[in-house]
């Protein structure tokens, strides 16, 4: 299994709009056809559409790339008779390294989690960053064990390989983060997975967006982004500099709300690269 390099560059793909939870603190998916989201009803991003992404990213040769997908739900994603995770493993195949996020309601099936992650590891030796929303709103762990299903089965499934293939499966828990000190994961429960291996340490802000505008008296303080900006133009250990990334949605490449330029276009917006 190959080190995990430090990607220089993130590209967010934006894979699909359906879900299968209907979460209260949402602001990405059931968001009708308000005006403050890119991801729309029936959005969904083709295999050509990913293809020409990969060729974007691999057009910038001294750059090491992390394309992070997300949904709605990616474990929902199919198209041309291809499923999500072969989006993972043709990433992982050319060059760039995959992450995910997800509700992780897929792996509640542990014969699906088992096929999963073998048949990623059989197929490419590049690690694989796993992040799963879990928090008080998902409602997708048991309040009274403090445990999760879905977690409960990735715990199982990686114990079970061989330690080469499952050392960079490197999986973690995603929560929302509000004004309310109890928002967070029992303790119990951070206690038990981070000592199997589950990072639990990342949280973000809600956002008033989408479903979420309805919880506006829990949306803690804006976040800091002082030190996001301090890593722009920094170096990697690699020696590459860090750029500013971009976000794709169908055709269109993204930086904050604003549109900059288009798929199968990337290098123009990296004139120096």
Not at 25 to 30: F, K, P, S
Not at 115 to 122: A, L, M, P, R, S
Not at 196 to 222: E, H, N, S, T, Y
Not at 224 to 242: A, C, I, L, V, Y
Request: with cysteine; aromatic share 10%; glycine share 10%.
């Amino acid at each position: 299994m190959e080190e995990i390099k430090r990607p220089n560059m993130v590209m967010g793909v934006a894979l699909l709009h359906k879900c299968n939870f209907n979460c209260e603190h949402c602001g990405y998916i059931y968001i009708g056809d308000a005006e403050d989201h890119q991801i729309r009803p029936g959005y969904k991003l083709t295999w050509d559409q990913f293809q020409t992404a990969i060729a974007d990213c691999r057009s910038m040769e001294d750059d090491y790339w992390n394309m992070n997908f997300t949904g709605g739900e990616t474990t929902l994603w199919e198209d041309d008779g291809k499923e999500f995770v072969d989006v993972l493993i043709e990433t992982a195949k050319r060059g760039i390294y995959p992450s995910y996020n997800t509700n992780g309601s897929y792996f509640d099936d542990y014969g699906q989690c088992h096929d999963f992650f073998h048949k990623y590891v059989e197929n490419t030796d590049v690690p694989l960053g796993t992040f799963i929303s879990i928090d008080k709103f998902h409602k997708n762990y048991d309040e009274e064990k403090g445990r999760s299903k879905s977690l409960d089965n990735v715990v199982r499934v990686l114990d079970e390989m061989p330690e080469d293939k499952r050392k960079g499966l490197r999986t973690n828990v995603v929560t929302i983060v509000t004004k309310d000190p109890n928002s967070g994961l029992p303790e119990e429960m951070i206690s038990h997975y981070s000592a199997l291996g589950i990072g639990l340490g990342r949280g973000f802000p809600m956002m008033a967006i989408g479903k979420a505008k309805d919880l506006v008296d829990q949306l803690p303080p804006p976040p800091d982004f002082t030190k996001r900006r301090r890593m722009e133009g920094s170096e990697t250990e690699g020696g590459r500099p860090m750029r500013r990334g971009v976000s794709l949605v169908g055709d269109d490449y993204y930086q904050g709300p604003n549109i900059v330029g288009k798929l199968g276009h990337l290098r123009d917006l990296y004139p120096d690269a």
